[in-house]
């Protein structure tokens, strides 16, 4: 197998300008998908049961249809619907917010609902009203139980928003699949891409770990 | 002090309290005693509304709390209360466990709630366990922690739910210990507990219940000795 650099470094520009959007695209859609999130994840902890159903429907479905079909409908229902036009980059980051809160919803849940009902007691025989007492004692011992999780999420959808490709936003997906089709190149593009993908998992998961590190001395 | 009427409770199906009535005296000590099962926990945890109350009527210092409009959390502010399983908060120290509700609910100033905390520390014994971690300590610090943590809002009335029976054995005394001087202090106090040594020699008034209703009270002495009802004789001859 003889690698053609060649096409590589004629590709170079357009791998770092997809990558500068992968990456943007991630953080936008993991800081949405973090708010909102959090919200559904209230919503769904609501003890009346039909309050909360909205919010269990939500994740029922984000989490139970593929994303490529969420990316599909999104780009040629949703933003048609309230833009007027399709529009690759807002697609890509409604689709992956919405899906990722989905993930980020059931992780906030789980945190939450990990910490020991005596906590909230002790908290509240104390005289805490309940906001008091989810944020001076429930939240910050949850917040550490839900890094590990969060953590992954946010790989799962780094790697996801190579979906956008199919969608023709240019990230470094995109550009992987232009190089293949222009040079009938397998190994160059796709490996590349591969690479930069690891590269950036792999950062984020180094950033968790010592973030992980911290909290837990703390 | 605490006025309990006709106090029912149930969950699902299962009636636990079936007409609770009590009254507590300003600085008494009452000892409630009983088999598991009996419901003392769950009487107690209605005091401070831990618990919902299905029916009947419970008066704090004169105040309805069975009532919509009562503000729970300033009740609670005056009703302190220790759990079996401590629930030290884990993530704070020892002081801060003890300042966080002064600090943000009465809204305290920090070297004052310190003061303050410190304080309850050296009355529990443990001043030099200011800055250490809830995990660092042994179950007996950690309830005499968890003592002064509740002392520290300054409650009128403290509510103890089996505070020993999470303990070895030779932790129990330390604990007791600092009960019977908040006894000595005038505090008032309703105590579920399994120590009958505890409930004879610090009870002003024994409460013994069984199946979700008070079978039997008096004074200590009455109780031990000489009880009226089979049900108190029988869980007695068990316990004593």
């Keep these: 197998m003889d690698i053609r650099w060649d096409i590589l470094a004629e590709y170079a520009p357009f791998f770092a300008k997809g990558t500068l959007l992968t990456i943007g695209l991630s953080i936008v859609s993991i800081l949405i998908g973090s708010v909102l999130g959090l919200a559904i994840g209230l919503g769904k902890m609501v003890q009346n049961k039909w309050l909360a159903f909205p919010f269990k429907a939500y994740i029922t479905f984000f989490r139970g249809t593929p994303l490529l079909v969420q990316i599909l409908l999104v780009h040629f229902g949703l933003i048609p619907l309230f833009m007027g036009e399709t529009n690759g980059i807002a697609a890509a980051i409604t689709a992956l917010s919405l899906n990722s809160a989905a993930y980020v919803a059931e992780i906030f849940r789980a945190g939450i609902q990990s910490i020991d009902k005596g906590q909230m007691e002790a908290a509240r025989s104390l005289g805490m009203n309940h906001v008091q007492a989810m944020r001076f004692v429930i939240l910050p011992q949850a917040i550490k139980r839900m890094i590990p999780p969060l953590g992954n999420e946010f790989i799962v959808l780094i790697k996801d928003s190579s979906l956008a490709a199919i969608i023709a936003v240019k990230e470094l997906m995109y550009w992987g699949q232009a190089m293949q089709g222009q040079y009938y190149r397998a190994w160059e593009p796709y490996i590349t891409a591969a690479l930069i993908y690891l590269v950036l998992t792999f950062s984020l998961s180094l950033l968790l770990n010592r973030l992980e590190r911290r909290l837990a001395t703390e | ?240």
């Design chain 2, 1 to 240: 002090m605490i006025e309990v009427k006709n106090l029912k409770k149930t969950f699902g199906q299962n009636e636990v309290l079936k007409g609770i009535n009590v009254s507590v005296k300003p600085q008494e000590v009452v000892v409630v005693i009983g088999p598991s099962g009996s419901g003392k926990s769950t009487f107690l945890r209605c005091l401070n509304l831990l618990e919902t109350i299905t029916d009947g009527h419970v008066w704090i210092e004169g105040t309805d709390i069975t009532d919509k409009k009562t503000d729970i959390n300033a009740i609670r502010t005056e009703v302190g209360m220790v759990f079996q399983q401590f629930n030290l908060f884990p993530h704070k120290t020892v002081i801060e466990n003890i300042m966080l509700a002064p600090l943000k609910v009465r809204k305290v100033p920090t070297e004052k709630a310190r003061e303050k905390g410190l304080e309850l520390l050296r009355k529990v014994g443990l001043a030099e366990k200011a800055d250490a971690y809830p995990d660092s300590l042994s179950g007996g610090q950690k309830q005499r922690v968890a003592i002064a943590r509740a002392l520290a809002m300054e409650p009128k009335i403290m509510l103890f739910d089996e505070p020993t029976s999470a303990l070895d054995p030779e932790m129990v005394g330390e604990v007791l210990e600092v009960m019977k001087q908040l006894a000595k202090e005038g505090m008032t106090m309703v105590v579920v507990t399994h120590e009958m040594g505890f409930a004879r020699e610090v009870g002003d008034r024994v409460i013994f219940m069984d199946g979700g209703f008070v079978v039997e009270e008096g004074v200590p002495r009455d109780i031990f000795e000489n009880p009226q009802e089979e049900r108190t004789k029988a869980f007695l001859s068990k316990v004593l």
